[in-house]
């Protein structure tokens, strides 16, 4: 059955990680915020300890039957219309405060600083309270 949202057809997108332990290999959801390009390459259930009741092996796999996997070029391309979109709020918000606006990111070691990618770092790790 195509679930729909508001009327429409809708298909849910979700980020997945593969639990790396030899006796699991379940594939576990993980939430959008989570920086997908910064998963450790052991990723095991245990990482989701913060966020999901799924962060034990012994914990059964959801069904993704219904939802679409992103592949990696479509990864990398969600990625990007997900900063955007991040940069387009932080502009807003600077113009809703009266911040003053600038065209140039900030850097660190001479290199663009990815302010999404720190936003999304941040979170993962439970935001600025912890």
Known sequence: PVQTK???PYIRV???AK???ARCGKWRRLTLLTP?????ADFSCAYL???SASSDCNVAQENIDEEKVLGAE???EAYQNERERFYKHLHDFQKAISAPLTQRFPT???KELDLYRLYREVCSRGGCNQ
Do not use: I
């Not at 997908?36 to 450790?40: D, I, M, R, T, V």
């Open 36 to 40: 997908f390009e910064g998963l450790p």
């Open 14 to 16: 979700s980020r997945w």
């Open 49 to 51: 300890a913060k966020w």
């Open 74 to 76: 479509e990864e990398v």
């Open 6 to 8: 508001g009327g429409k």
């Open 108 to 110: 660190l070691g001479g």
């Open 19 to 21: 639990c790396q332990k």
